[in-house]
């Protein structure tokens, strides 16, 4: 009877247990389950007032280009006035523009869940603007004209600005719609043809657009924006099949950024853009792509530039890939190839400068997959010997820009450079940073907000782009000869591609 007491107890003890168990399970389960609602309520608030805060800053950012630009606007007369408006009314179909000076063709890309936009437009000199020279012709500085949406609705305003800069004519251009799009950009012009250098409207969307002085030209770019390649891929796809494009790295991402500006009163002149660029192109890596560890060098010295590659080497593998970007002087002496820290002598001798063959023996010390090393500098950009891929004909092109998975998985060893062997330019005008640097931002904003990866060739032959009719500078891409590249590219993938 006792025994049986005993194992009636157990029975119930056991039983009380279970029951408490389960019920506690049950309470955990749902408890976890409304954490991760909150979790995911919380994430939706934080990306949403992230998206928030962007836009807020690209407006700002946007209205003080558009403040800017009121300083160069003059204010219209009626008369003037009057004419845009008949105009406005009477030629909204491209190939009915009027006979004119100029005439552009624009495409407005697209942000999530948007499709691109297409404008075109002419604009004529403004007769009561100051003039200038340019390769021994006066020019007007002023244009003003009309722009239309490519639907047949939308009317616009134009007003352009140009001017001579080192040897290169650039200019600015304000669209302002009836629809409150505003567009801005900067373009550089070379005979016939104005090339965009950046582009963006109110909301954020990068414009790109070409100035030509035939309607037809206009015409058939604006149809090759409609059915051909934009600056990052060959066709636009739709936004479901981009972000279907999952890449999945073997290693991780890291940069060494090398920007020099401030020269020890050596002789060597003070630079704006270096730490302007290497700070921007930080901020852009940080937001839209996975990158492990960005290393910045600001106003380096040869000791700092020298030990940051030896820390560079130490934190990589095999697996990984590494971008190295440097901004500032280079020299030529003899054969040799030289970068200039900031305390390095204005002559040479001194041993203060960066010989090319040094740093090719940090280079071989730094164990990556793909290393891609970017120079921003005069003379020494074709320095670490190699052909210029940027010399193909289009056919070639192509043929090495299609396997993104082939390019990510085989070894890979670039050298991209503002230059080959003659001097570059510090800054775009009206700008902080370099005409170089403002591409690669650019394509690197592009690629993110299109959810296409950025290969390393795609971005040398939008460089070479930019620097269309500039005499002045030729972009080298090259596989050094002794780096043993094997036939991959460094991509640069958003977040969102990622696998």
């Known amino acids: 009877m006792i025994r049986s007491f005993k194992s009636l107890l157990i029975i119930i003890f056991f039983s009380t247990i279970t029951i408490h168990a389960n019920s506690e399970t049950s309470w955990i ?47 219209k007369s009626k008369k003037k006035l009057k004419d845009i408006k008949n105009n406005l009314k009477k030629h909204k179909e491209i190939n009915k523009l009027p006979t004119a000076e ?76 009836i629809n409150k799009l505003e567009m801005t950009g900067k373009f550089i012009q070379k005979e016939n043809v104005g090339k965009s250098l950046e582009g963006e409207t109110k909301s954020g969307n990068n414009v790109e657009f070409e100035f030509f002085n035939s309607k037809d030209q206009a015409i058939a770019k604006l149809n090759n924006y409609k059915n051909s390649e934009t600056r990052i891929a060959r066709k636009l796809p739709s936004q479901k099949s981009n972000k279907s494009i999952k890449l999945e790295p073997n290693g991780k991402y890291y940069a060494l950024l090398i920007g020099n500006s401030n020269y020890d009163n050596n002789g060597w002149d003070d630079l704006i853009s270096p730490i ?35 820390d560079l080497s130490k934190i990589t593998t095999t697996n990984d890939y590494v971008l190295i970007y440097y901004s500032g002087h280079g020299q030529v002496k003899a054969t040799q190839a030289y970068w200039v820290p900031v305390e390095g002598s204005l002559e040479w001798g001194n041993g203060d400068w960066i010989n090319i063959n040094e740093l090719n023996i940090f280079l071989t010390e730094i164990k990556a997959h793909h ?43 670039i050298v991209l450079s503002s ?31 299109v959810s296409i990866p950025l290969t390393m060739t795609t971005l040398g032959f939008n ?28 991509i640069f993938i958003p977040k969102q591609n990622l696998q």
């Not at 009317?155 to 719609?177: A, H, N, P, W, Y």
């Not at 000869?481 to 094997?486: E, R, Y």
């Open 419 to 449: 230059g080959s062997e003659g001097r570059v330019s510090d800054t775009a005008p009206n700008s902080k940073n370099s005409i170089f640097a403002s591409t690669f931002l650019n394509n690197l904003r592009i690629a993110e907000k």
């Open 29 to 75: 389960t749902k408890k976890d389950s409304n954490k991760k609602k909150i979790v995911k309520e919380t994430k939706t608030e934080t990306s949403n007032w992230i998206k928030k805060k962007e836009v807020k800053e690209n407006k700002k950012k946007f209205k003080e280009k558009i403040k800017e630009s009121k300083s160069w606007i003059t204010k």
């Open 102 to 177: 100029f005439y552009f063709a624009a495409m407005i890309l697209p942000k999530d869940n948007e499709v691109p936009i297409y404008a075109y437009g002419y604009v004529n000199s403004d007769k009561t603007s100051k003039t200038f020279k340019y390769n021994g012709n006066d020019f007007f500085s002023k244009s003003d004209g009309i722009a239309f949406l490519d639907n047949g609705k939308t009317t616009c305003e134009v007003d352009s600005q140009i001017g001579e800069f080192l040897g290169d004519m650039m200019g600015k251009i304000v669209v302002r719609c």
């Open 276 to 310: 302007n660029d290497i700070n921007e192109i930080k901020s852009v890596l940080d937001k839209s792509y996975k990158f492990e560890k960005i290393m910045m060098v600001r106003d380096g010295t040869k000791k700092e530039i020298f030990q940051a590659f030896k």
């Open 463 to 490: 460089v070479k782009r930019s620097f269309t009719g500039n005499s002045n500078q030729k972009p080298y891409y090259y596989h050094p000869d002794t780096w043993t590249h094997l036939g991959g590219d460094f």
């Open 371 to 413: 290393l891609a090393v970017m120079v921003d500098s005069c003379y020494v950009g074709g320095k670490f010997k190699g052909s210029n891929i940027l010399d193909l004909k289009e056919d070639e092109q192509a043929f090495i820009t299609d396997h993104l998975r082939d390019d990510l998985n085989l070894r890979a060893r």
